[in-house]
């Protein structure tokens, strides 16, 4: 059950690394780095030689490399992100019609943290299994209590990923009438207050459990 | 409040402040699985309201007999892991089964069953109140503690050593027996000894009406006599040291636990033996139990006997006067005089009691006869050495330890009957029959 943990938790980082790669790729910033080189085989075996390279030293010394992946995950993916702000756009001038869509980015970078979420959670699950069977817990009673966790951690995963879809659908397709310029403000005045109210909401329900 | 909340909601809020500012969709598209995460973890709650049942087959045992434990929790609320624990106490030694259980709490109610056997070999009274939970969340990685409560105790006497399977008349007459009694079979005094059944040649005018009557509405026709104390009985006096050497040992094998056994079977064998029995704790706790005959004494040095194990945990005091072996006889001379009792000693000998054993031993000298060359006065010291070891070395070192000890004590020695006692090698019994008899 610990390799099986392991296993999962390696593909759940890899495949991050891969989408957060893919991300990368459609950037201005590796075009910028594939001018220099001129070389695209060049630039992508650099690029993966020195994260491979600095994983393995992260893990030599910490014997935990994943804290490290995470982060390299999110640096290469926020040049993706960041190509479509409004601001930066309006400052910098990217050519984003040759890249990536703003949906399939947007898909992509869910994507990624749902797996480093993944991941994350089979590392804990990982320790969890340690645990009960240092406290000579029966093996089978552990598979299975473990296996009901992971079903309720992919039940949360589905419903994020359908509120995703759903969040996205009215994000990108609804929104994107032609509206008078006030019209813009206040949908976006009032959809700023109906987050930080979500989150103040949560946030309070949260303090009011003075037990825990 | 967990510390991911805090983590979660700044995520949220910054990523969403991020989006905004740079005018980025994706941004605040992805600000919302924060919250998804952090919603989650608030209105999917962690299994709650757990009751706990627990039942132990006795309340009373004697050290070195088993204790069998059940225990049914139910949980009604929630969904995730629940850990559950029953609180063993530090003495006790699991036998059997598990005092730890885990589970899955889903949907339907969960239940727990918990079946173990535990051994203790110490003394004392015990609480068992306490069974302790953790709550796991199923998503987020927090979790909940708590304990449940209920007021089961058990209470262990300490054990009665082979004093009693002394059969042989040429063995059982060479452990030291008071010299001071007149006549076994004395008048009766004023002094209530305890309450027996009646027995052919009892006087009518013995007979306790008022508890007869009761005990026929309890359906004994028997009835009941008063018994009092008799003149003449042969009386032992037993000290026992309760100072910071007898602490000597592991929590499971100890000099204490070994010196109140000895207590307890010497006692035993002394009353079964028509002796009055009198004890007297010094060094740490003072304990006096006045002399007296019967069962009833013997419950009443065997609930002392337990408390001192309950002592044991109070801190010491550096400032404070603990009674001497010397002050305890000095303060109780007045019940000595004329009645040449036998005292006794149990201790742990080192160079650090050496004055005092040996001022004790002369005091006592003065109230009791000379058997021999001896007076009658004995000292059963325990050999605590050969508890702590475990392997060769430490056994030779013990034994190096114990030889200084013989040494040392040499002059005390020639004043009382010593009997040097190694629990780890011997029984009470053969440590008293080897040495009186040699």
């Known amino acids: 059950m610990k390799l099986l943990f392991l296993c999962l938790r390696t593909v759940a980082a890899f495949s991050a690394y891969i989408v957060a790669f893919i991300l990368f790729q459609y950037t201005p910033l590796f075009h910028l780095l594939l001018n220099i080189t001129g070389s695209s085989i060049g630039t992508i075996t650099a690029i993966n030689l020195t994260a491979a390279l600095l994983t393995a030293i992260i893990y030599m010394s910490t014997r935990n490399a994943f804290p490290f992946v995470r982060i390299m995950c999110v640096v290469l993916s926020i040049p993706a992100v960041v190509s479509y702000s409004k601001l930066l756009d309006k400052i910098i001038g990217f050519d984003i019609q040759s890249y990536l869509s703003i949906n399939i980015t947007s898909f992509l970078f869910f994507i990624m943290i749902m797996l480093l979420l993944t991941a994350g959670k089979l590392k804990s699950l990982e320790d969890e299994w340690e645990t009960l069977i240092e406290n000579k817990t029966c093996e089978e009673e552990v598979k299975k209590i473990l296996r009901s966790r992971m079903k309720f951690y992919l039940f949360f995963c589905s419903f994020t990923t359908v509120f995703y879809i759903v969040m996205s659908l009215f994000g990108f397709i609804v929104l994107d009438m032609k509206g008078s310029e006030q019209s813009i403000i206040i949908i976006a005045a009032l959809g700023v207050i109906l987050f930080i109210s979500l989150i103040i909401f949560i946030y309070k329900k949260w303090s009011s459990l003075v037990d825990i | ?438």
């Open chain 2, 1 to 438: 409040m967990p510390g991911f909340v805090l983590r979660t909601s700044t995520i949220s809020l910054t990523m969403l402040l991020a989006g905004f500012l740079f005018a980025n969709n994706i941004l605040i598209l992805t600000s919302f699985v924060p919250l998804c995460y952090l919603a989650f973890g608030y209105f999917i709650k962690v299994p709650g309201n757990i009751e706990v049942k627990k039942s132990i087959s006795r309340n009373r045992i004697i050290g070195g007999e088993l204790l069998e434990v059940k225990l049914k929790a139910s949980v009604e609320a929630g969904f995730g892991i629940l850990e559950i624990c029953d609180v063993v106490p530090p003495h006790f030694e699991l036998v059997e089964g598990s005092n730890y259980k885990v589970i899955w709490k889903g949907m339907e109610r969960g239940e727990i069953y918990l079946r173990y056997t535990i051994k203790c070999t110490t003394s004392g009274t015990y609480p068992m109140n306490a069974t302790k939970w953790k709550a796991r969340h199923s998503i987020c990685s927090f979790s909940e503690y708590g304990q449940c409560e209920n007021d089961i105790s058990v209470e262990v006497s300490p054990r009665l050593l082979e004093l009693r399977k002394v059969r042989g008349m040429s063995a059982a007459n060479k452990i030291p027996m008071p010299q001071g009694a007149l006549s076994s079979m004395g008048m009766n005094t004023n002094e209530f000894k305890e309450l027996r059944l009646y027995s052919p040649g009892d006087s009518f005018k013995s007979i306790n009406w008022k508890v007869t009557s009761r005990s026929l509405l309890r359906g004994n026709v028997w009835p009941v006599v008063n018994e009092f104390e008799r003149e003449g009985k042969k009386s032992v006096w037993i000290f026992l040291d309760t100072s910071r050497t007898m602490n000597f040992g592991s929590n499971v094998r100890n000099v204490k636990e070994y010196s109140i056994e000895a207590v307890n079977s010497l006692s035993d064998y002394y009353l079964k033996h028509n002796c009055s029995v009198a004890f007297l704790t010094y060094g740490h706790s003072t304990i006096a139990i006045n002399g007296g005959s019967g069962r009833n004494q013997y419950y009443r040095i065997l609930k002392e006997l337990i408390k001192i194990k309950d002592k044991k945990s109070e801190p010491y005091n550096i400032k404070a006067n603990f009674l001497t072996l010397y002050d305890a006889v000095n303060s109780y001379r007045q019940h000595f005089l004329g009645m040449r009792p036998l005292f006794v000693i149990i201790t742990r000998f080192c160079t650090n009691n050496y004055d005092e054993v040996k001022k004790g031993i002369e005091r006592m000298s003065r109230y009791t006869i000379r058997k021999g060359a001896l007076p009658s006065v004995m000292v059963v010291n325990i050999d605590g050495y050969g508890l702590m070891a475990e392997n060769q070395a430490e056994k030779l070192a013990s034994n190096l330890l114990d030889s200084m000890n013989r040494i040392i004590s040499k002059e005390v020695r020639k004043n009382c009957i010593w009997i040097d006692w190694d629990p780890a090698r011997e029984s009470l019994t053969e440590a008293i029959i080897k040495q009186v008899v040699s």
